[in-house]
């Protein structure tokens, strides 16, 4: 229970409670809140804060009754330092994820793959079209045989980067789920921030202001009068800080998505990689020895009859597998990693934007315009007041 205040505490002002904060009070397990994101959403618009916070889970209820009522309404600067902690910890975490992502090289591992289907592809059908008629076919498997010896050693070249660059993909896979779950927990702590300020400002202006407008109204004194207004506009601000604060909690929710997006991307590259290795390369290395074998397995004659058959068959079963492969890597390499549909959508979101902010500034000025002549008003009422309680004295 809050603390019973008057207008001299008002006037005076008190740092006797601290900044209230959730450190210690939030557990480290980062699972979701309860309500989730879409019941929350609907929670917010129909429900008070009292029957919010009653779909919480036990103890995250008995954490924002805890933080509510350390809140302390005359503490000087607490309708703008209120869940700075929480604030700062989202923007250090937003920063975080912009540093992982722009020194992230995406495209490291899909160049390797292109390369490495680039050099299987002139090395097979280099070798075999070139095969000559009859005579010379001796000639031409040697000559085959001396360049897969040399794409050999290329292929375990770019297999050694794949797996260097497969290992740092499967560790910043691991990075994106300590992301994920920080920023889970980020989400309920401020989830919790706000809950528990709007649950203390709810009770204050239903149990306490009304009392300290009575105060003013029979205290009869003008700055008494002007001190209670202050105050309220103070409340004002705090309740504009927590709007403030439960947006930035639905960025934080808009950015697990995001997480999760980048490390499924990394997961597809792990897994073209393997694919790669354990099936790709093993199929185009037992091609090749059947080639290369095919000079030892029959006589000249044999040969002179079958080599065109065997040729044209291993041609399009390579050819095929080749073609698959390319196409396959090819368009996996060629795809966005933006598409332009979330290009619109985010300049039509800008636009949108930045025409709200010039109305909202607008009506912003106009309302201010409205209410100096509303001021005016009341300071020439308030003196007229004033003058005629005196001469009635």
């Known amino acids: ?48 804060p009292d029957q919010q916070i009653a779909k919480l889970p036990a103890a995250d209820q008995q954490t924002v009754n805890q933080l509510a009522d350390q809140i302390d309404f005359t503490r000087e600067g607490i309708e703008s330092s209120y869940g700075k902690d ?34 299987i592809d002139e090395a097979e059908l280099g070798g075999f079209r070139k095969i000559p008629i009859l005579g010379q076919v001796a000639v031409s498997i040697d000559k085959l045989r001396r360049r897969y010896q040399k794409v050999d050693s290329q292929i375990d070249e770019i297999i050694t980067k794949l797996e260097a660059a497969q290992a740092r993909l499967v560790a910043d896979i691991s990075m994106y789920n300590t992301m ?40 009869g004194d003008p700055m008494q009068a002007q001190i209670l207004k202050d105050f309220k506009s103070k409340l004002d601000r705090f309740e504009k800080r927590l709007d403030d604060l439960d947006r930035i909690s639905v960025v934080t929710l808009q950015t697990a998505p995001q997480i999760k997006i980048i490390q499924n991307a990394d997961q597809t590259i792990v897994d073209k990689i393997d694919t790669t290795i ?39 079963r390579n050819a095929a597998a080749m073609h698959k492969g390319a196409v396959a890597a090819e368009k996996a390499n060629q795809r966005s990693v933006v598409e332009i549909e979330t290009l619109e959508k985010i300049n039509s979101e800008l636009i949108a934007t930045l025409k709200e902010t010039v109305q909202i500034q607008k009506q912003g000025k106009a309302n201010r315009e409205a209410a100096q002549v509303k001021m005016r008003q009341i300071e020439s009422d308030l003196k007229s007041a004033l003058i005629e309680s005196a001469q009635t004295m």
């Open 1 to 48: 229970m809050a603390k019973q205040i008057s207008l001299a505490d008002l006037a005076g002002g008190t740092n006797a409670v601290t900044n209230p904060t959730l450190e210690g009070a939030v557990g480290a397990q980062a699972g979701d809140l309860v309500p989730t994101a879409a019941q929350a959403t609907a929670d917010a618009a129909t429900l008070t």
């Open 86 to 119: 929480a604030q700062r910890a989202t923007s250090s975490f937003a920063d975080e994820i912009l540093s992982e992502t722009r020194s992230k090289d995406t495209g490291e591992a899909g160049e390797l793959l292109n390369t490495m289907l680039v050099t």
């Open 180 to 219: 994920y779950e920080q920023n889970a927990q980020q989400y309920r702590e401020l989830k919790i921030t706000v809950l528990a300020g709007k649950k203390a400002l709810t009770d204050f202006r239903a149990q306490q202001l009304p009392a300290l407008e009575a105060q003013a109204e029979q205290s």
């Open 278 to 316: 354990s099936t790709t390369i093993p199929v185009w290395k037992s091609q090749m020895v059947i080639a290369l074998g095919l000079s030892n397995q029959k006589k000249a004659l044999d040969l002179q009859n079958k080599a065109d058959d065997v040729t044209n068959k291993l041609l399009q």
